[in-house]
């Protein structure tokens, strides 16, 4: 009923390598938003020193009275900025989805692996039952799987309509908030 050492080590290894990939895929994401930050904020510098210069000097006055140019392309950068940020929550999301779906697939190895050793020193009565839970564990985990990769193509289809641009269908109201 006890993994050998060999399963102990290899179900440790995969562990250490789904969080070295999920730490990669947090810390790439981390990148990118701060990169996605600087230029927002380079960005905004350029565009508020071109308002400065074109002021001149002794128009301090004016600095209270923006044109609407400035807000316009503030607006415009803020909605870059959001939605450069979602695109990175989305792909860190997909990451982890990916990793616990592989964690889980080392912890069902595990799972397995003492289910037939117990299958092999058990009583036939035994046998049956675990054999029965064996087969509902892999019915759980495709199920799993399916879910896993209905959300990662959930994530993926909500990126690619924002990239396209397409209006999101209006919510309904519930009944309760007419």
């Known amino acids: ?80 900025l959001l939605d450069g940020t979602w695109a990175i929550v989305g792909d860190t999301q997909k990451a982890l989805l990916r990793t616990s779906e592989g964690q889980i697939r080392v912890i069902d190895e595990i799972v397995f692996a003492s289910l037939r050793h117990a299958e092999k020193n058990s009583p036939p009565e035994a046998e049956l039952a675990l054999g029965a839970l064996r087969k509902t564990l892999a019915g759980a985990e495709r199920t799993l799987q399916e879910i896993n990769a209905a959300a990662i193509e959930g994530v993926e289809m909500r990126q690619l309509s924002a990239a396209l641009g397409e209006p999101r269908a209006p919510r309904r109201r519930s009944r309760n908030a007419a």
Request: proline share 1%; aromatic share 4%; glycine share 8%.
């Open 1 to 80: 009923m006890f993994l050998s050492a060999q399963e102990i080590a290899a179900s440790r290894e995969h562990a250490l390598n789904h969080l070295l990939g999920l730490s990669a895929s947090l810390l790439h994401g981390g990148q990118r938003l701060n990169e996605l930050l600087a230029a927002t904020g380079r960005a905004s510098i350029e565009q508020g020193s071109r308002h400065w210069s074109a002021l001149g000097h002794g128009q301090v006055e004016s600095l209270t009275r923006f044109p609407a140019s400035l807000w316009l392309d503030a607006l415009a950068r803020t909605s870059e």
